[in-house]
């Protein structure tokens, strides 16, 4: 449609007649995210509250909508990787935010950590120099002042804070070490996942089914990095009178990962009083159904 007709279409949302109205915003849903860039226009340029209010209120319908189906598209990718999962998160909250602008937020982060590793280190120092450069002098905290906010959740504000929750530090931290090449994935712990070192090696870029692989060790990220072998696990279950699962020890896949920080994000919007949103993430969860 051209940009003129576009215009024109969204403009009648401004008629009085509510049947109008109703018309004019199924034809633009159903023409969908390519009336997005002219939304977006009218959106900045009407002085009417009445036009502002509906055409804001189809834009995030639209935006949403498209959401849904790029991240159904990532889940079943042939190969999802992390980092495209955790901005396609960030999205939800802001969804202007492109790729290429989410990855330039960690690339400061990320060039100073590949600076200090080589392939020549173990996995094991590899862990120590990524530890040392994100957790000395409290650069990455665990928000404990305010650990229910939704905020924490998202990799862009806490690059931009500092703080984070248990679920977006590890993200954070498996994110930039996919990146570089580690086989970072999560273990899904009773409160909080953890990840584990997967022996296995794949060039940066690539993935794997981590299942198919031995761990070398696990690491808690939201500790600081603390790291911990197999019987660590096992005796931490043991220590809850928890069940020795093989659910708490194996490596799950990069959208396994993006399901449950979805879910804690959910519950964060909850508990915020935020009914809507945290019913829209439950919408995206059903994704993965």
């Known amino acids: 449609m051209e940009n003129a007709h576009g215009e024109s ?3 009648l949302l401004d008629d009085p007649d509510p049947l109008v109205f109703e018309a004019v915003s199924r034809k633009i849903l159903q ?4 009336l997005l860039p002219d939304l977006e226009s009218v ?11 509906h055409v804001e209120h189809l834009i995030r319908i639209l935006q949403f909508d498209m959401l849904k189906k790029d ?6 990718s042939p190969i999802p990787q992390l980092a495209e999962g955790a901005w396609l998160m960030t999205r939800f909250q802001f969804p202007d935010l492109t790729l290429p602008e989410f990855m330039k937020l960690m690339k400061p982060l990320r060039d100073e950590i ?45 690059l931009e ?36 070192y997967v022996d296995v090696p794949v060039l940066p870029g690539e993935t794997v089914d981590p299942a198919l692989f031995d ?10 990095g603390t790291v911990h072998s197999r019987n660590d696990i096992t005796n931490f279950l043991l220590s809850q009178s928890l069940p020795l699962d093989p659910t708490y020890y194996n490596p799950r896949t990069n959208p396994d990962f993006i399901q449950t920080c979805l879910n804690r994000l959910a519950l964060d919007y909850k508990l915020s009083g935020s009914e809507i949103r945290s019913s829209q993430i439950q919408d995206l969860l ?3 159904k």
């Open 161 to 196: 804070t500092g703080k984070a929750n248990e679920h977006s530090m590890n993200l954070l931290y498996a994110v930039i070490g996919q990146d570089l090449g580690m086989q970072l994935y999560m273990v899904e712990m009773p409160d909080y996942p953890i990840l584990s």
């Open 114 to 158: 590949w600076l200090e590793i080589s392939e020549t280190l173990t996995a094991l120092e590899k862990v120590r120099i990524m530890n040392t450069l994100l957790f000395d002098k409290d650069r990455l905290i665990i928000n404990e002042d305010h650990p229910d906010s939704p905020g924490n959740n998202y990799i862009n504000r806490v």
């Open 215 to 224: 761990v070398l060790f696990y690491i808690n990220p939201a500790d600081s």
């Open 9 to 11: 279409l969204i403009r």
């Open 286 to 288: 059903t994704l993965w």
């Open 43 to 53: 959106a900045i340029d009407t002085l009417s509250p009445v036009l502002h209010e």
């Open 71 to 76: 991240l159904k598209t990532w889940i079943y």
């Open 31 to 34: 023409l969908g995210p390519e």
